[in-house]
RNA sequence: GGGUCGGUAGCUCAAUGGUAGAGCAACGGACUUUUAAUCCGUUGGUUCUGGGUUCGAGCCCCAGCCGACCCA
């Protein structure tokens, strides 16, 4: 670093500023590319730029690999073009990782590689600070994560997510709003968080004297505006969950959720399979894609199977006979399954869920009709009393949605809150909060409506094939550097 | 939460309990179409932290911190 300190003293001994206000190029290095053959065939001077990430210098002659945004394009610096005080300055104060502007014209070495010949150069921008290591890049996984300009610098691979996430998120939009859905922002900031089981982030409003949680779902908010009449509607944004760091967790993540009025679950699976398909048509140019060495169809329509007979076929037991967690319990010893203790019905079930059936989907599957005390804001279907209308969506063993035909009897959602603050009191602390202020909008009339949520970030490791969802969040959440 | 593996130069990695090394980067030199350019030379270390065993510890033991992977 000191090294580049004296060049950077160097440059500006030489009048140059190290870091220009001011410099416009012509070109991008994708643009140079595109137009490469009338540029350099009419001898054209473009103007590009990009870091500096290889330097091959032979005497009065240099070759530097530039690399912007978009692509990197070489550069050919001779002392006969630049004379031998420009020439001089680039030997001298020119390091891996700086970045500069170079104008010339283009032509193909007699290797075939397209570079621009230099009749000027600008230093852009002076690194202090040298690049990792330019074959191998960084590997070590914490640096990565810690440093991700690094990371970007070095690995175009975790560039490419990126880019890519971006890509997913536009064309969600884009297909939700071709179909009426209105975008909307609702708070973050909560006096009382809901709509999903799960501990929040609490932290305190000064002014107001108040405590407030950071939210843990959209749910609560976006419905009240169907009560309100927009009955298209959708939010993507960021939640926060106060639980554990894994592959598949980061404690704050991006959802999706909409809600449609006068639509039913069966209306949302459509859709969802549809959404998923689009996406990874415009995204990835195919409905085919590869996650973890499996070949996944997105084909629509997706089968749909009941949980309980999924559950039925993967582990021999049939919840639907075993009313009782103790029944439910002893039927699954009974059979022999490595499925840990639970403390309500409904977790075993999700536990048989996830352990015995979700490892071994690949293709994409709706899995239907979920027990009522798994789901508190779904309705239930007609003519039973323990089953909701809810669906998830899965593929490649990974929870891709979860939906249901919204819960809009005011009264019974009364109930299913109270059956919850029953829960917390027996010690869930990941139970629903009773929500007084949201079923009162309720009993204003909320259209029926199907609603669906989907976290974003699985979705792009899913689709992206990345084992890890840090791969897909630019700054994932770190411990406490010591 | 449990198990396995790892933390050594700026980066990527070596090193039977016995003088800590290589490649890249950096620095000096040669080289006017190179492709991880090449060639010659030089510099660079609190071996994650704290204890312990030993004549002697990067290596063995204990505790901790950080990370990766697998399992729950």
Redesign the pocket.
Known sequence: MD??RA?LARLREAGVDPFPPHFHRTHTNAQAHADFEPLSSGATPVTVAGRIM????????T?A?LRDGTDRL?A?L???DLGEDAYRLFLDTV??ADTVGVTGTL???????R?V?ATSWQMLSKAL???????????????R?RRRHLDLISNLDARDVLHKRAAIVREIRRFLDERGFIEVETPVLQAQHGGAAARPFRTHHNALDRDMALRIALELYLKRLLIGGIDRVYELGRVFRNE?I??KHNPEFTMLETYEAYADYEDVMRMVEDLIATVAQRVLGTLEITVRGQTVDLTPPWPRVSLRKAILDASGVDYALHPTLESLDAAVRASGL?V?PQKTRAQLIDQLLS?CVEPHIVNPVFLVDYPVDLSPFAKRKPGEDDVVERFEAFAAGVELGNAFTELNDPDDQYERFLEQARAMAAGDDEAHVVDLDFIEAMQHGMPPAGGLGIGIDRLCAFLLDQ??L?EVIAFPT?????
Do not use: C, I
């Open positions: 090294a580049r060049k290889l330097l091959r210098t032979m005497g009065k002659a070759f690999e070489q050919y001779r002392v006969n390091d891996l032509f193909v070495t007699r290797t075939g590689e570079t010949h600070r040298p690049p990792p290591e330019k074959w191998h890049g960084l590997t070590d996984q914490e640096v994560f554990g894994s592959r490595k840990e352990t084992p890890n840090r770190l411990r406490a550097e010591s």
